[in-house]
């Protein structure tokens, strides 16, 4: 497989993990906003603690909890990394999570059956693990929608498509709506022999998911989207995976319990990042932004803001206006004007 099937931030995952993992991290409740959307945030920064490296940044409201997790994998030489982010509203009630990517390995044979095929459905897919994570509420799906699949053939076979549902309930006596959404992409080998030998690998990928009470999802949308499209990694560490990637790979088949001192090694002494990288870095960028602009009806495409200090940062294009006070302080307003020393971005 070429380098560039890495670009997705794939994760790997046995199925007992996607079973155990991929629930409780699909649907959480959000914050509600004010219908005219006025935001203070603040730009935090997500430090991968295992080799002491700033691996990205998000924008999150100002006063909120956050909770970064980065743990590599070093026999995992597909990707070595897991990561994941979380934000909680001050008094914990409402929390938002960012899971990059889950992959299922599976294969089967005249003899046995391993793994699980991609599904057919990802908005069924979605449902069936909400309501694993929610034993004993009923609920009802208002809607589902998915893109045909589109794949390419050769000795192997790739596939793609997307998906989201939207389902209704009830907690606490309150009318709650979830909507989540997700990525599919995997490929498979093609039968060979009389043994009709089978194997591929799926990935559940930008999976993202809000719940809110009915009447306050739309913004309670825009609230995540914010900080979905903020989202930013860091290239020196994007590069530094990258590499350890690609000496994983080459030593498939040898023990690489020395992939994680391989990373620190690299994220301490090489800096350079090599323009094969860069350009599977950048592709990543522009896949992760039109993913973006498919989260909500909200978002029609995405604005670049650039700060004093040449610092960029993407946000939905909602015609609205973006302050900072230069120390790590955003503003984000539908109308002009804003606190003393905070000045507009353009």
Same mark, same amino acid.
């Given at each position: 497989?070429?380098?560039?099937?890495?670009?997705?931030?794939?994760?790997?995952?046995?199925?007992?993990?996607?079973?155990?993992?991929?629930?409780?991290?699909?649907?959480?409740?959000?914050?509600?906003?004010?219908?005219?959307?006025?935001?203070?945030?603040?730009?935090?920064?997500? #430090? /991968?603690?295992?080799?002491?490296?700033?691996? $990205?940044?998000?924008? &999150?409201?100002? +006063?909120?909890? =956050?909770?970064?997790? !980065?743990?590599?994998?070093?026999?995992?030489?597909?990707?070595?990394?897991?990561?994941?982010?979380?934000?909680?509203?001050?008094?914990?009630?409402?929390?938002?999570?960012?899971?990059?990517?889950?992959?299922?390995?599976?294969?089967?044979?005249?003899?046995?059956?391993?793994?699980?095929?991609?599904?057919?459905?990802?908005?069924?897919?979605?449902?069936?693990?909400?309501?694993?994570?929610?034993?004993?509420?009923?609920?009802?799906?208002?809607?589902?929608?998915?893109?045909?699949?589109?794949?390419?053939?050769?000795?192997?076979?790739?596939?793609?498509?997307?998906?989201?549902?939207?389902?209704?309930?009830?907690?606490?006596?309150?009318?709650?709506?979830?909507?989540?959404?997700?990525? #599919? /992409?995997?490929?498979?080998?093609?039968?060979? $022999?009389?043994?009709? &030998?089978?194997? +591929?690998?799926? =990935?559940?990928?930008? !999976?993202?998911?809000?719940?809110?009470?009915?009447?306050?999802?739309?913004?309670?949308?825009?609230?995540?989207?914010?900080?979905?499209?903020?989202?930013?990694?860091?290239?020196?560490?994007?590069?530094?995976?990258?590499?350890?990637?690609?000496?994983?790979?080459?030593?498939?088949?040898?023990?690489?319990?020395?992939?994680?001192?391989?990373?620190?090694?690299?994220?301490?002494?090489?800096?350079?990042?090599?323009?094969?990288?860069?350009?599977?870095?950048?592709?990543?960028?522009?896949?992760?932004?039109?993913?973006?602009?498919?989260?909500?009806?909200?978002?029609?495409?995405?604005?670049?803001?650039?700060?004093?200090?040449?610092?960029?940062?993407?946000?939905?294009?909602?015609?609205?206006?973006?302050?900072?006070?230069?120390?790590?302080?955003?503003?984000?307003?539908?109308?002009? +004007?804003?606190?003393?020393?905070?000045?507009?971005?353009?």
């Amino acid at each position: 497989m070429s380098l560039q099937n890495y670009a997705r931030n794939r994760v790997l995952f046995d199925l007992n993990q996607v079973r155990k993992t991929l629930p409780a991290i699909l649907f959480l409740a959000v914050a509600t906003a004010s219908p005219a959307m006025s935001y203070r945030l603040k730009l935090h920064k997500v #430090i /991968d603690q295992g080799i002491h490296m700033l691996a $990205g940044t998000y924008l &999150v409201p100002q +006063g909120w909890k =956050t909770k970064d997790e !980065i743990t590599w994998m070093p026999l995992n030489y597909g990707t070595p990394v897991i990561g994941r982010s979380t934000i909680t509203s001050p008094d914990g009630t409402e929390s938002l999570l960012r899971v990059s990517a889950l992959s299922v390995q599976y294969g089967q044979s005249t003899m046995a059956r391993s793994g699980m095929e991609p599904p057919n459905s990802i908005g069924l897919f979605l449902a069936s693990l909400w309501a694993k994570d929610h034993p004993g509420v009923n609920y009802r799906i208002i809607d589902k929608t998915q893109t045909p699949t589109v794949t390419h053939s050769g000795s192997y076979y790739t596939y793609n498509y997307e998906g989201s549902v939207e389902l209704s309930y009830e907690q606490n006596g309150i009318s709650m709506v979830t909507k989540g959404y997700a990525r #599919i /992409d995997g490929y498979q080998l093609r039968s060979t $022999g009389a043994a009709m &030998v089978t194997e +591929g690998e799926w =990935t559940i990928s930008n !999976i993202v998911g809000v719940s809110a009470p009915a009447n306050k999802l739309a913004p309670a949308m825009k609230l995540f989207a914010i900080c979905l499209a903020s989202f930013q990694v860091n290239p020196r560490y994007f590069n530094v995976i990258l590499k350890v990637q690609k000496w994983s790979q080459t030593h498939a088949y040898q023990q690489s319990e020395n992939a994680l001192n391989l990373s620190k090694h690299i994220a301490s002494n090489q800096s350079q990042i090599s323009a094969d990288i860069l350009s599977v870095y950048q592709e990543r960028s522009r896949t992760m932004d039109s993913m973006n602009e498919k989260f909500d009806d909200y978002i029609r495409g995405l604005d670049t803001y650039t700060d004093t200090n040449g610092n960029k940062i993407r946000l939905p294009d909602w015609h609205a206006h973006l302050y900072s006070d230069g120390q790590g302080d955003y503003f984000y307003s539908d109308e002009p +004007g804003v606190n003393k020393g905070y000045h507009e971005l353009k």
